[in-house]
């Protein structure tokens, strides 16, 4: 098939940058263009800072880096948004309106009724709302919205636990990476030999974004840390299960989980979305994140600490499979359904 053309707004920060790399050898999208703020408007995307692990796709150094404007957005078939949010809240909706495809990492809209929330794996039927929302608003366009990155960590563990246990209760501590606060985030004097035992808005973003995606009124407690990790979030997570069960049980599910993405093949999908590991000094940021390119959920230290009482870990990458990834794979889903 011909490349569907992509656009990326917010294309110059820690997530622009991970849009960038995966659609430079994505096989259905061709970058067509990207945009930032008038901060880096005018240059050459070659020019700006790039922090990834691999080299900046050639492509992308020679586009020039347009100043975002609802009203000058090329015609393409997605624009990936990677803006902070309360500039998506402004762009976003406009873009929709004039018939753009939005696929967002910011978290407006995320819990309006009528805005898919995305984690490909887990509530793939949610598209639907796609037909609501244009019915409702009116657009011929749409906006689709990918979890928070911690969200997204723990709901891709939790969902095989609650399809095979239940789950009654759920308590869960984040150990997040820098990267996560974006590329101007958290000051490196402030984070360098610390940890800071607040985020502001993600416990509440855990705790209602799981409730929308597993549609119902899950009794979640979360706290939320910053540790000096440049990529990977780490989250202790402890479930009260409906059925008791054994380790190799929850294993067992964890490892055979598959979602309606393995099941196409997705290009952006992993073979595992949950991959058990043993040792018991494992997951780990650095051994573990790119599990899967990215995109899979590592999860260790599988215990059961009484009837009913699971405990785990589980690591995730932010950039990846708790952002542009999941939001590439979610686009990729789209594509292939009724909705598109
Ligand atoms: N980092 C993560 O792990 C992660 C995970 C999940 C979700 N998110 C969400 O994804 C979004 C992007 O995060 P990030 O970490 O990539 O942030 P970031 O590194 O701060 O990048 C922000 C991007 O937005 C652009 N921008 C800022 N103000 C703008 C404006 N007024 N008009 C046009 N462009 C503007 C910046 O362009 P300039 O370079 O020109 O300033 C830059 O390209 C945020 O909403 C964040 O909450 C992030």
């Given at each position: 098939m011909d490349k569907l053309k992509a656009y990326v707004i917010g294309a110059t920060g820690l997530v622009g940058q991970r849009y960038v790399q995966l659609l430079a050898e994505h096989p259905w999208f061709e970058l067509v263009g990207v945009a930032a703020s008038e901060r880096s408007?005018?240059?050459?995307?070659?020019?700006i800072n790039w922090v990834l692990e691999t080299p900046m796709p050639e492509r992308a150094a020679e586009l020039k880096i347009d100043k975002l404007d609802v009203d000058a957005v090329p015609k393409v078939d997605v624009v990936f948004s990677a803006l902070p949010s309360e500039v998506a809240a402004k762009v976003e909706p406009e873009l929709a309106k004039r018939g753009y495809l939005v696929v967002s990492n910011s978290?407006?809209?995320?819990?309006?009724?009528?805005v898919p929330l995305i984690i490909p794996e887990v509530?793939?039927?949610?598209?639907?709302l796609i037909r609501e929302q244009r019915a409702r608003r009116g657009w011929s366009g749409a906006v689709l919205k990918k979890p928070n990155c911690s969200t997204t960590i723990l709901d891709l563990p939790l969902k095989p636990i609650l399809d095979e246990f239940g789950v009654s209760r759920i308590h869960v501590a984040t150990m997040q990476a820098v990267t996560g606060a974006g590329y101007s985030g958290v000051p490196s004097v402030a984070i360098i030999d610390n940890l800071i035992p607040y985020i502001k808005g993600e416990e509440e973003k855990i705790v209602n974004e799981s409730k929308k995606i597993f549609k119902r009124d899950l009794e979640i407690y979360a706290t939320t840390t910053r540790v000096p990790v440049l990529d990977g979030h780490t989250e202790v997570v402890y479930v009260d299960t409906v059925k008791d069960f054994d380790v190799e049980a929850v294993v067992e599910a964890m490892a055979k989980f598959r979602g309606l993405p393995q099941e196409l093949g997705l290009p952006t999908a992993p073979p595992q979305p949950v991959v058990p590991v043993a040792?018991?000094?494992?997951?780990q940021p650095r051994l573990d994140r790119m599990a899967g390119r990215g995109m899979s959920v590592v999860v260790g230290r599988v215990r059961r600490l009484g009837p009913k009482k699971l405990a785990f870990v589980a690591l995730g990458h932010n950039t990846i499979r708790g952002a542009a990834g999941n939001a590439v794979l979610a686009a990729e889903l789209l594509i292939k359904s009724d909705y598109y």
């Open positions: 408007a005018g240059k050459k995307y070659g020019e978290s407006n809209m995320r819990l309006e009724p009528d509530n793939p039927d949610d598209l639907a040792g018991v000094d494992r997951p």
